[in-house]
């Protein structure tokens, strides 16, 4: 299901379609290139990696071996999932954690009005 919700947003995002429709100038921008390539094939690669892992400890003799087969290849790719992950502290690329909203938008006393003005939340009011 996370699976499907990333392919979701991958396809709908405007930084992914930013990135394919101008793929020789985004290659050069590290933040767009993070969110075009590098995000989603690295976790692939991790799903890869789990599903590799599982197989092979399918095949082992002893529950030990078994469980040690399970922590290298789970281990490695949680690896690769958290390097994969846009912190805010990572040198690939940053994002905030928590984002602000505008605060005019929210206190403002014609809210619902400007909420009602665009044709597709007409239905949310």
Do not use: C
């Not at 699976?3 to 405007?14: E, T, V």
């Not at 921008?29 to 075009?36: K, N, P, V």
């Not at 690896?79 to 928590?98: K, Q």
């Amino acid at each position: 299901m996370q699976a499907l919700m990333g392919i979701i947003l991958y396809i709908l995002s405007p930084i992914t379609q930013y990135f394919l429709t101008h793929f020789k100038t985004a290659v050069h921008l590290r933040q767009i290139r993070f969110f075009g390539m590098e995000h989603s094939s690295m976790m692939i690669l991790a799903a890869i990696i789990l599903l590799i892992g599982s197989l092979k400890s399918k095949n082992a003799d002893t529950d030990d071996r078994r469980f040690k087969i399970l922590l290298i290849w789970f281990g490695l790719a949680l690896l690769i999932v958290l390097s994969s992950i846009p912190w805010e502290f990572s040198p690939l690329t940053s994002r905030p954690s928590f984002r602000s909203f505008d605060q005019r938008f929210f206190h403002s006393p014609f809210r619902l009005s400007r909420i009602a003005a665009i044709p597709s939340l007409k239905s949310a009011v």
